[in-house]
């Protein structure tokens, strides 16, 4: 058994690493890092020291141990006293069991597979809705702005019963709360605006109720399930958040995937029954986040990780792209294979935490796909792949723009 102190190398590793010189590819460092120190001190840009974990079957055990805790991580003096902080730890992802057992409970209800199912055809409106705009626009034209973003911004307000003329502020504030290392100046801004916003709709929807999330988060509170009025708007700003941006900057990088491989287009365009696997395979393949680790978590007590000691109170960085491109759970990692099977990617996480919207990301997806090669068959970058750039400052893997012609 190594010790914290006899596993690192010399010093904390600076993290995140360099970026990969093609965008929408892991950064280089991660598998380095999993082959040589797959349990890694590092440090964060703050000079927060941290363990990177790297191998599929450590970063699962992180996910769904509960001694890695995510209530530990907003509960940091440093978080906790910020106006995101007190947010993050009455939403589900601040949250450990048994609290995080009873918000998951009620806010599930409206997320049950049927439910989700049943959203197909509204989603799948919006994408055609989306395709007609495209072809009124200039080419070529920008799938990230006109494509990707709208349509799950448009899906998750419409659950939370948000009016459509406040979806474009919606955008705005969920892209500072979702990026953990923005600055927090910003992020605190875009907190404490939606708590406002949400208060007065949810006096609103109490006074006249809808067919939405919201209205049954209310009714849930009101009937006494002991879901406080700052749980309920910590809610309806982490369902928001979650479900907008992640969901965006997927279906922009599955698109830049496949149309560097115009086989796997063609493939997918002649069998659409088959993109419902080839979706689970590009959850494997490519990194939501742009450092590769995502959902810090703090050690509530020692553990040992591949031979590595861990003292308690440490923060712990699982490197989800790392471990979904790990050899000893995926053969030929580094190959995207939509015809994979028993594909068991921790895309949408796992545990307690495991992402509770994937089943309406998988679907918008989906569809996304879906109709984009069924309308535009001759759909190609209208740049060089080296020409497109990575957002900066932004934690999620979100492309500044995607130019397209057909």
């Known amino acids: 058994m190594h010790t914290a102190d006899t596993a690192r190398t010399a010093a904390p590793v600076p993290f995140p ?37 790297t191998r599929y079957a450590d970063v699962r055990r992180i996910l769904t141990d509960p001694r890695f805790s995510s209530r530990l991580t907003a509960a940091r003096p440093e978080v906790a006293e910020t106006e995101h902080g007190a947010l993050i730890s009455q939403s589900l992802v601040g949250m450990d069991a048994p609290e995080h057992t009873r918000i998951r409970r009620l806010v599930s209800r ?25 072809e009124t626009l200039p080419r070529p034209v920008d799938l990230v702005r006109h494509f990707a973003t709208p349509i799950p911004n448009a899906v998750i307000c419409g659950m939370l019963g948000v009016p459509a003329a406040d979806h474009d502020d919606f955008q705005k504030w969920s892209a500072a709360l979702i ?28 006074a006249e109720p809808g067919d939405d999330l919201m209205t049954e988060l209310i009714a849930a509170r009101d009937e006494g399930d002991k879901l406080s009025e700052s749980e309920l708007i910590a809610q309806c700003v982490g ?21 560097r ?41 020692e553990v040992e990780l591949s031979g590595v000691t861990i003292p308690a109170g440490k923060l712990v960085l699982p490197a989800l792209a790392a471990a979904n491109r ?39 997806l989906q569809e996304a796909l879906k109709g984009l090669l069924h309308r535009m068959p001759a759909l190609r970058l209208a740049v060089p792949g080296s020409a497109l750039r990575m957002k900066p400052g932004s934690a999620i893997s979100s492309l500044e723009s995607l130019p397209v012609e057909w």
């Open 110 to 134: 409206a997320f049950s597979a049927r439910r989700v199912e049943g959203m197909r055809p509204t989603v799948a409106a919006l994408v055609e809705e989306r395709l007609d705009a495209l």
């Open 239 to 259: 369902l928001l958040s979650a479900g907008n941006d992640t969901t965006a900057s997927l279906i922009t990088m599955f698109l830049v995937t496949l149309l």
């Open 326 to 364: 790990d050899p000893l759970a995926f053969p030929d990692p580094e190959r995207l294979d939509l015809t994979r099977t028993d594909n068991q990617h921790l895309g949408f996480g796992a545990g307690i935490h495991y992402c509770l919207g994937a089943q309406l990301a998988r679907v918008q």
């Open 261 to 301: 491989r115009p086989e796997e287009i063609e493939r997918l365009r002649t069998d659409p029954d088959a993109i419902p696997r080839a979706v689970e395979e590009l959850l494997r393949f490519v990194p939501l986040v742009m450092s590769g680790a995502s959902g810090p978590r703090l050690t509530t007590e």
């Open 179 to 206: 990026d953990w290392l923005r600055d927090e100046r910003e992020r605190n801004a875009a907190t404490v605006a939606l708590k406002a916003y949400f208060t007065e709709l949810i006096a609103a929807k109490r």
């Open 17 to 53: 690493f360099a970026d990969a010189p093609e965008a929408c590819l892991p950064a280089p460092g991660l598998a380095e890092a999993r082959a040589t120190h797959p349990v890694l001190q590092v440090k964060l840009p703050d000079g927060t020291p941290a363990w990177l974990v």
